[in-house]
């Protein structure tokens, strides 16, 4: 997948997780580190919210349970942002591809 689906991906989740801008040149795995950190603070504080923004992104029932429920404690909110992030960057790539 490109740089740009990497990019619009980030465009997107930062709307839906409230991240922050990056602002030096974009990495893929610094901004997974940020939607992890927003991950982990909706598992504590708002989990009803989480699973709408997972339900819109369409992550898919199954691979959420898998995740929660398979995943070791300290890697579960890492897990699911790799999960959405790559769900989301698929999305994007289907887009263009038909559009």
């Known amino acids: ?12 989740l930062r ?3 409230d991240l922050p801008e990056l602002k030096e040149s974009f990495d ?4 997974i580190l940020f939607l992890s950190k927003a991950v982990s603070q909706l598992l504590d504080r708002d989990f009803e919210r ?4 997972c339900y819109r992104i369409d992550l898919g ?3 959420l349970k898998k995740i929660l ?3 070791k404690p300290d890697q579960v909110s890492l897990d699911l942002a790799r999960a959405l992030w790559e769900r989301q960057k ?3 790539e289907i887009r263009k591809r038909y559009s």
């Open 90 to 92: 698929l999305k994007i």
């Open 15 to 17: 709307k839906d997780f």
């Open 50 to 53: 989480l699973l709408q923004i």
């Open 61 to 63: 029932e199954e691979k």
């Open 28 to 31: 893929e795995e610094q901004a």
């Open 69 to 71: 429920h398979e995943s």
């Open 1 to 12: 997948m490109s740089q740009d689906s990497s990019k619009d991906a980030f465009l997107i």
